[in-house]
T-cell receptor
Framework: EDQVTQSPEALRLQEGESSSLNCSYT??????LFWYRQDPGKGPEFLFT???AGEEKEKERLKATLTKKESFLHITAPKPEDSATYLCAVQAGGAQKLVFGQGTRLTINP | SAVISQKPSRDICQRGTSLTIQCQVD?????MFWYRQQPGQSLTLIATANQGSEATYESGFVIDKFPISRPNLTFSTLTVSNMSPEDSSIYLCSVGSVRPGFNYGYTFGSGTRLTVV
């Protein structure tokens, strides 16, 4: 069974304090790993798709990396508006569905 | 990328009643997905809806409880039937789409927040 585990569950940082969120996965035949941002009361907002180990993607203060067992979402010099829950999901095998992790609730204090 | 309109955005319903949630996409898509997000939890796929065929349900979800319609390539509905307080969740529809840079991602609607009393 495909599994996705995110850590930490919650992370509180000061503005400008860089850190990383972890997404560990166990799947049969990874087709894609997805990162989403979710604000309270809203649907997930797409950030990145990673397809193979060694791949990296960047968007503003966010950078996502992928290995054969895990992905990291690095956040550099975060701002309060980066506060949100960050979700990791995988697509594996012949399935179209996404399997989500529990998310990391990130809070950036000014 | 696709734009999804989902209605209603929220509702409070009496137990034993049913609620139909609508999902409208601004482009034609083959597959539409319905997810549930229980309070404080992550997203779980309920079913995949293909136009012209019956929906495919995930383990733990049945058609009698969550009937789905897919009348065309831009629209789908999910009904939550005979509701109980345990059905209180956020329900989301999703479609796959190609984005700039040929990233393939899944777009989500804004969700329907259902409270059953």
């Amino acid at each position: 069974e495909d599994q996705v585990t995110q850590s930490p569950e919650a992370l509180r940082l000061q503005e400008g304090e860089s850190s990383s969120l972890n997404c560990s996965y166990t799947v049969s035949g990874l087709r894609g790993l997805f990162w989403y941002r979710q604000d309270p009361g809203k649907g997930p907002e797409f950030l990145f798709t990673l397809y193979s180990a060694g791949e990296e993607k960047e968007k503003e203060r966010l950078k996502a990396t992928l290995t054969k067992k895990e992905s990291f979402l690095h956040i550099t010099a975060p701002k309060p508006e980066d506060s949100a829950t960050y979700l990791c999901a995988v697509q594996a095998g012949g399935a179209q569905k996404l399997v989500f992790g529990q998310g990391t609730r990130l809070t950036i204090n000014p | 990328s696709a734009v999804i309109s989902q209605k209603p955005s929220r509702d409070i319903c009496q137990r034993g009643t049913s609620l139909t949630i609508q999902c409208q996409v601004d482009s034609q898509v083959t597959m539409m997905f319905w997810y549930r997000q229980q309070p404080g939890q992550s997203l779980t796929l309920i079913a995949t809806a293909n136009q012209g065929s019956e929906a495919t349900y995930e383990s733990g979800f049945v058609i009698d409880k969550f009937p789905i319609s897919r009348p065309n390539l831009t629209f789908s509905t999910l009904t939550v039937s005979n509701m109980s307080p345990e059905d209180s969740s956020i329900y989301l529809c999703s479609v796959g789409s190609v984005r700039p840079g040929f990233n393939y991602g899944y777009t989500f609607g804004s969700g329907t927040r259902l409270t059953v009393v």
